[in-house]
């Protein structure tokens, strides 16, 4: 368990690193293996921060009534997925099987996301994962377990 002393100052670090890092192993172990990373050859790990607040539209430089000018909405994928998406085109050659959080500071949100190399001898003979090595961009289908929850019930 992350003590929140600990957390804050990886946060701090966190900060200055590149948007879209990859790492080499979790940072809540438990909660990545719950979400299907094993540590073997083909999985990837990737640490993301995505800033915190809703979506703001460009404003409007034509002829319109102020009231039709609305540039705050909320958007209809909540920031995990957002994140995810990201990543996803970052690591083209990796297909993304699920993401949790690992902390915020006053304006970013952090994510781990975890990746699955699909051409992988040693994921495509693994009997318990290899059933991704048959899916195309998953990510941007809503398929993962956070963009799942944002799909509507019809």
Known sequence: MVTRKSSKSNVIKWNKEAVVKRI?????????????????????LARTRIKKGGRKRPKIRKGRRPKR???????????????????SRKFPNLEVLNSYYVGESGTHKFYEIILV???????KSDRKIKWICNQRRRVFRGLTSAAKKSRSRK
């Open 24 to 44: 080499e192993r979790p940072t809540n172990l438990g909660r990545a293996r719950a979400l299907g990373y094993r540590a073997k050859q083909g999985f990837v």
């Open 69 to 87: 000018a609305g540039r705050f909405f909320t958007t209809a994928q909540s920031l995990q997925v957002i994140a995810e998406k990201r990543v």
């Open 117 to 123: 190399d699909t051409s992988h001898p040693v994921i």
